[in-house]
């Protein structure tokens, strides 16, 4: 059972909040093997304070000092049309918490091909993050094929990390390499967080280069024929996959509360192509 399924009350009493009923729910969630992180998840997603419910997970307190910049388009000066210089890119829709903004018409549709028909030859399993380890390791939860390319590899995919920097206001170097996905029938990316995780053996030495990641855009490259869409299960959101487009997300600290749980839905037919950009907190070289 997933602490999803079963929800906490959001009655907030308003003393300490602290419950029988709340710390019942607590030790039942525990029980059936639900961590912290997806308790704090549940709590959050039926409005208990972030303060209350980290006290009846026994969670340290949030950080008191927010990072001094996220990546972020300047979104007070031009709030629906964003002009890149060499393409105009549609604010399509936005959410503040967690912080998510689609947007449309970031890649041409020409500009969405070369780069499938660069990485296809070099497709291989995709491989995630062995936390563990730092190293990689094939992952049951992630089914689609994939490749990386270098920063600056060729010419479009230069052209894309600059219409990136230049968008959301942060340095080329601090992006890790483009990664190129393609999905087939049936295949999916289950919900996870792109953050490193503190406290596994295998953070640190992912850390070491570039700090951790603050942002990640998704974009996509074809229109598969059905499924396939981004989802946000704990705020209800699914983005749906249209050629050219991205959905951007930001993390200002490597914690559930930040609610950028995500995954991609099962493909129904056709073929789901994706590029994606992680930002670091600093340089990744
Ligand atoms: O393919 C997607 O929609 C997707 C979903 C979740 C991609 C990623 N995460 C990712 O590349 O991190
Ligand atoms: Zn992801």
């Known amino acids: 059972m997933s602490s999803q399924e079963t929800q906490p009350s959001s009655d907030q009493p ?48 949030p950080p008191a000092n927010p990072p001094a910049a996220m990546p972020e388009p300047d979104l007070a000066a031009q709030p629906c049309t964003l002009d890149l210089g060499d393409r105009q890119v549609h604010l399509l829709a936005s959410i503040d918490h967690p912080r998510v903004l689609v947007l449309g018409n970031l890649l041409s549709h020409d500009e969405c091909q070369a780069i499938i028909d660069a990485a296809q030859p070099r497709l291989a399993r995709s491989l995630t993050v062995a936390t563990q380890s730092g190293g990689e390791e094939v992952n049951a939860s992630r089914t689609s094929q994939g490749m990386f390319f270098q920063r600056g590899e060729n010419e479009v995919v230069r052209r894309l990390e600059q219409r990136i920097a230049r968008l959301l206001r942060w340095p080329v170097e601090n992006g890790e390499g483009l990664q190129v996905l393609c999905y087939g029938p049936g295949a999916e990316y289950k919900p996870h967080h792109d953050y490193f995780t503190p406290g596994e053996p295998g953070t640190p030495s992912l850390l070491a280069r570039g700090g951790q990641r603050v942002a990640t855009v998704v974009i996509y490259l074809n229109e598969p024929e059905g499924g396939g869409g981004t989802t946000f299960p704990e705020i209800g959101l699914q983005v749906v996959p249209r050629r050219g487009n991205a959905v951007f997300f930001s993390y200002e600290r490597p914690d559930p509360a930040t609610r950028t749980l995500h995954g991609g839905a099962p493909v129904q037919a056709g073929e789901k192509w994706i590029a994606t950009k992680w930002l670091r907190e600093r340089e990744f070289d």
């Open 14 to 61: 308003l003393a300490t909040g602290l419950t029988p009923e709340l710390m019942q729910w607590v030790s039942e969630q525990s029980a059936a093997g639900n961590t912290p992180a997806q308790m704090l998840s549940a709590m959050l997603a039926v409005g208990w304070s972030e303060e209350l419910a980290r006290k009846a997970l026994n969670l340290p307190p």
